[in-house]
């Protein structure tokens, strides 16, 4: 794909460091391996070394050169420990912070924090949740976001069409603000791919044409999320068809400088989205890449459990990109 082959170009000779927490996963060696004999990162496999190269050489995998490192045998864990209870500011006692940083994904999360990587790519054997509650914990949320939120880049055709769908994954049902917050965040997660973001606040109204606490909460989104980035084109409420469409547009919206032309969608709540993004992956041919969590202040990455090889090496070449570019 033209896409990726441009962000393999972005992050080569970057030298960005990504910790890969499940690391006896053979989705997880394979993508590992191919993301270093193409010199696009340097990984961190994080588990007992004795058994991560069993599993590897079971696959006739090479990870000649890739670090790994063992949560009960780190030489700096004294230190890991002592800056993850200050982080928690009382929240964790010594005891149960060394309990805690023995579990690969607090222990992943923490390396970043010290410095030690940057970025994060979980998720293939563990819970959405999983993932996440270290990063909120010790990654915590950029200045000015509401949450933490998930969304996908959706492609097709080559590359032709390239798409933000937000939120997919995390809130299950977002307040006004909150939702005005994924709006920016996806925005920027847009901007990193090459996509110059045009928001749409989706709802089944188009611009008042239905009533209902449903529709108000996204026209109030959008109001939040135009009066905090008045840079950007957003534009709610709007039904699919309306933002995605430009003769549906002229006749429901043709005021607007997003509708017809939309290229971010943002969902009014997680079961739409999660449906939505299956919908164009499953019916439309599209390819989708991620959750892509936005709103840490580093890049952590969740994957699906069902995920396959070619999922982590191209979830890891976008969590180098998103470090790359500070996001």
Do not use: W
Request: charged share 25%; with cysteine; glycine share 8%.
């Amino acid at each position: 794909m033209e896409l990726f082959e441009s962000l393999k170009a972005q992050i080569k000779g970057q030298n960005k460091t990504i910790v890969f927490p499940e690391a006896k996963d053979g989705r997880i060696l394979g993508a590992v391996a191919r993301l270093k004999a193409d010199g696009l990162l340097n990984p961190i496999l994080v588990g007992n070394p004795e058994e991560v190269k069993a599993a590897a050489r079971e696959r006739g995998l090479s990870l000649e050169n890739i670090e790994i490192l063992d949560p009960n045998n780190y030489d700096r864990f004294d230190e890991m420990v002592e800056s993850f209870v200050e982080r928690r500011a009382g929240k964790a006692t010594v005891e149960q912070a060394e309990s805690l940083l023995t579990n690969v994904n607090y222990f992943g999360t923490m390396l970043i924090h010290l410095g030690l990587a940057d970025g994060m790519v979980s998720g293939a054997i563990h819970s959405t949740g999983d993932t996440i509650r270290p990063a909120l914990q010790i990654i915590k949320t950029k200045p000015g976001a509401k949450a933490v939120s998930g969304a996908f880049l959706m492609v097709r055709s080559r590359d032709q069409e390239k798409y933000i769908f937000a939120d997919c994954a995390v809130n299950i049902d977002p307040d006004a603000p909150t939702l005005a917050s994924i709006a920016i965040d996806s925005a920027e997660t847009a901007a990193s791919f090459g996509i110059e973001p045009k928001v749409a606040m989706l709802s089944f109204s188009t611009k008042g044409s239905a009533k209902h606490a449903f529709v108000d909460k996204v026209a109030e989104a959008t109001a939040i999320a135009k009066e905090a980035a008045p840079e950007l084109d957003i534009d709610g409420e709007l039904q699919f068809d309306a933002a995605y469409d430009a003769v549906v547009a002229s006749q429901k919206a043709p005021e607007s400088k997003v509708a017809g032309n939309a290229n971010v969608f943002v969902f009014p709540d997680i079961q739409s989205g999660n449906i939505g993004y299956k919908i164009a992956q499953r019916l439309g041919g599209f390819e989708a890449i991620g959750p892509i969590l936005q709103g840490l202040n580093k890049p952590v990455f969740d994957l699906s459990r069902g995920c396959n090889e070619e999922d982590v090496y191209k979830l890891a070449i976008v969590t180098a990109i998103q470090a790359v570019n500070g996001n």
